[in-house]
């Protein structure tokens, strides 16, 4: 399976998503000895272990 690449808007749309569940409690999907979500999304989003699927529709 191909890496899909995002442009800007699509990692900040999936950081922000990614970020609200981990403050609500959501497992946290990597080792790591942060404390604030956003970061700990960035470090899952940065080791690709985010289930998260990006639908461009027809370009």
Wanted: no cysteine; proline share 5%.
């Amino acid at each position: 399976m191909q890496e899909q690449r995002h442009n800007r808007y699509e990692k900040a749309r999936i950081l922000g998503a990614r970020a609200l569940q981990v403050s609500y409690g959501a497992p946290v999907l990597i080792e790591t000895e942060q404390t604030e979500p956003i970061l700990i999304a960035a470090e899952e989003y940065d080791a690709g272990v985010l289930p998260f699927t990006v639908y461009r529709g027809a370009q």
